[in-house]
């Protein structure tokens, strides 16, 4: 939203909201020239005809660019004359990584303040827009309203939501003067009354709308088909247009934010470093460069801000051919304790990657048929975000697989073994597709009643790309506090803090037939296990818990109900506890 106004960031949620019902069967050109008509009489035509009316809708709002964009210009003058400077002193957020977790939640209590003040100016400037664009919304509504189903509440969610965007379009502009002023007087520690009421009242709406348009989708999901499926790739394309356009035009709102003396983002040049270049067991060439910020910062991952790129070549090609994929990579290397060691398939390769620590100069890969290949570790520096050193291998997967990585020292004595999973890196042409989009796996209510949903984006090796989504803006009151690497069940947390508090415990649980409980205030309580889809290729169960306060311990149990293992949850929840003293607001 702070891109270029709240108006915009509907026209994006449209689009989504489009995408997540995948049912969308019509061209523009045929939206153009289908009339919606209320005798639509069975589900197939009212289907129909709404898409025709979404379709309309779209294209009247893009329509109607040029005009909201001159509206807010001028209001953008008016608001930047009149508290010219009140945000001046507004400090930047720390980049550093080495602060305690309460330093972290006051870190993360001024971005989410700036970025709530920062709304609240988008919102203001592109209030005119919004009301130019209302006509277009009214009309849509008046056509939706028209349309029945033989499920009556399919009509119902389609009401709901487009009574909902006309609402949003129809809110007085935010004080927004005034809200800054009271942020600035506070010394930047607590936004104003009206502020946090603006934010409630926007974080329900959206809680709202987000439960409607997932109930929308699943009513509607029926009507998908082939051909939807082959147009919803089409989709993708147009909205990645409809990105590029909604983002073009970010100048006006950055003119007055400048004016008002919100300071331009503190951002690390960028810049590509060759750090080094390799050749692998297969004869494909590789090269190590630094990506400081970029993707990972882009993806909200927590306090990584200092990563390298591995890239490698296609099979024979030349080093200006170099690619790069797979997870973990850009690999973060600001968390040097942390160990992640990544395996992927590459064009029927198997890839091995991995941080190692500085005293590590080579690593030694063991082959399930004996075979062992050892290689030079890519040294980083300390300028360049180390010292670490990086490892980077490809072998054919169709021969053999990794089994351990040895890493040796400088006089070539082990220093550490690591044991890597078994998994079958398959030829590209029996390669599963993964999904071009986010697939939710699960959804449900805070204990304050806020709307989560857990999704996944693809899969790779077993190894599926899962978050969670608890609000208006997924870094707002909300940390994760990184993934347990345990035997069976690697998992991941995410806490929000006052006025909410809540601790979401997720993971993939790959033994057939395990659980996981949580020991809570209130005794034992079995974590939720949910299957997932076959089209992600998973070899595992979504396994969840929710709650007011993290448990303080968590236990795995086999198939026949035996304890497998137990984890201390007690260093985490202080963990939380302390970032969350330092999230809260002081009291005024």
Known sequence: MTAGGAWRAFVLALVASALLCGIDTLSYAEAASTPVTPSATTDAQATRAYLVAQHRLI??????????????????????????????????????????????????????????????????????GDSLLRRVEKTYAAEVHRLSWNNPEIASL??????????????????????????????????????????????????????EERALSALLEPEENASARALMRRTSTLEIELFAEVLSDAGTLERAGRIVGLPEPKKEPRKDVKLGRGRTAVGTRFAVNTTSGGLLSSLGAGSCHRSVSVFYSLLGGSPEGLIQGGPNNPICVSRPRERDPALFCEAGLEVIQTAVPASVRSVRLVLADGHTIESHVVPVPRRDGGPVGIYAQEIRGSSSHAVTLVELNADGVAELSLHLPRYRCVKPREQPEIPPRLVELAAGNTPEGEFFA???????????????????????NEVTLGREASKAFPWSLSIGCAPHPYAILYGILAPPGASVTAQTTQGAVALNVVPIE????????????????????LTVLGANGASVYTEDLQAKATEAAEFCEGYEEPAS
């Open 454 to 476: 857990i999704s996944a984006f693809g899969s790779i090796n077993g190894q599926p790309f899962v978050t969670v989504d608890t609000g208006v803006d997924p870094e707002v």
């Open 534 to 553: 076959s089209r992600l290729h998973t070899k595992g169960q979504l396994v969840y818990g929710v709650f007011s306060e993290l448990p303080s311990e």
């Open 158 to 211: 389609l009401q709901a939501l487009a009574a909902s965007r006309l609402a949003e379009l129809s809110t007085p502009a935010p004080p927004f003067c005034a809200d800054a002023r009271a942020w600035a007087q506070s010394g930047f520690r607590a936004l104003s009354v009206a502020s946090r009421e603006l934010e409630a009242v926007e974080a329900a709406r959206q809680s709202s709308v987000r439960r």
């Open 59 to 128: 294209r009247a709002l893009l329509h109607g660019l040029t005009a909201a964009r001159g509206a807010e210009g001028v209001v953008a003058e008016r608001i930047a004359g009149e508290c010219r400077g009140v945000l001046s002193g507004v400090p930047q957020p720390s980049l550093s990584p080495e602060r305690s977790p309460r330093a972290r939640g006051e870190n993360d209590r001024l971005t989410h303040q700036r970025q709530t003040v920062e709304r609240e100016l988008a919102s203001a400037i592109a209030t005119p």
